[in-house]
């Protein structure tokens, strides 16, 4: 999948997004393969995280489920994850602090060590 920086900017992407792009790339073209893994490494990304919903909204990305991925030790903090297929997912060690997760499907998934505090979302029990 070809993303170029012309294209980011057609979608009116914000200042920050379109530098950083800039500093990663090196160039004003990237070939990226997006599969479940890179979105799994883009959630985990404190500063990517933030755009993956945008790019996915402006068709610049597919969106894949993040069932059965591997978020061990990913930082989610303050991560909007409402209706996110997340089962099965190993999310151990992971930050989930002030996360959104109304509605999402963490069936399964490996919780332990998880940080919860003021976390969204979560049924009592």
Known sequence: MIITLEQLKLKSACSPALKEFEKVVGQQTADIEINPAAQGWILASRFWRRFLGW???????PMWSMREVNLSIADLSIADLSIADLRRANLSETDLSQADLSNA????????????????GLPIT
């Open 105 to 120: 499907d963490l069936s399964k998934a490996d919780l332990r060590g998880v940080d919860l505090r003021e976390t969204k």
């Open 55 to 61: 790019a996915w909204n402006e068709g610049i990305i």
